[in-house]
């Protein structure tokens, strides 16, 4: 108890200084941006979240048969699927939209192993059908803990950027297509 009558005396002792600060405009006293955000809780991925995340940032899109969304970016066609187990992966695969040009195939699988070798995304590949071979790029991530919507656009933003920036340099890098 002694340190409680020794506060008061203090509290006695020392004037109580009040002052009132007006800020010089109206938000110089409010904290940052950054320090007013909300606090974000992840939520589960359903292909519905996914689909309202990107029609919201005004992207077209349209969906699939197999709840997949398919639009075109920079005129490359890009499918935003989730896939795996419990669809707990979020896949943003792009498509070159060209067939590579046999005496091409050695140049192409140099350029996607450089890629591959000296970025971490998009994870580059090549693809052969019956109609040809093309390249395809895809952003892999696991979702099934549940996401943000800020991570969501990040994740869906990156496989697209990454994807259409391949894309560019590896068609800056072939002969111009020949038309018929």
């Known amino acids: 108890m002694r340190w409680r009558r020794r506060l008061d005396r203090l509290r006695r002792r020392v004037p109580e200084v ?7 405009n109206r938000d110089a006293g409010r904290p940052g941006v950054l320090l007013r955000r909300r606090a974000e809780n992840a939520s589960p991925v359903t292909p519905r979240r996914l689909r309202e995340i990107v029609m919201a940032r005004g992207y077209h899109v349209r969906v699939e048969a197999d709840s997949s969304l398919t639009g075109l970016w920079d005129g490359y066609p890009f499918k935003l699927r989730l896939v795996g187990e419990n669809h707990s992966d979020l896949s943003v695969l792009g498509t070159w939209g060209r067939t590579v040009p046999d005496e091409m195939h050695s140049a192409v699988a140099q350029a ?3 890629w591959n070798r ?3 995304w998009p994870t ?6 019956p109609s040809g071979t093309t390249v395809r790029t895809e952003v892999h991530a696991d979702v099934g803990a549940g996401a943000t919507d800020r991570q969501l656009i990040e994740l869906v933003e990156a496989g697209l950027t990454a994807g259409v920036q391949f894309f ?5 890098s072939m002969p111009p297509l020949e038309e018929p």
């Open 18 to 24: 009040r002052v009132r600060m007006r800020p010089a």
């Open 112 to 114: 996607v192993n450089d």
């Open 118 to 120: 000296e970025k971490i």
């Open 124 to 129: 580059v590949f090549t693809m052969s059908d």
């Open 168 to 172: 560019q340099a590896l068609g800056g």
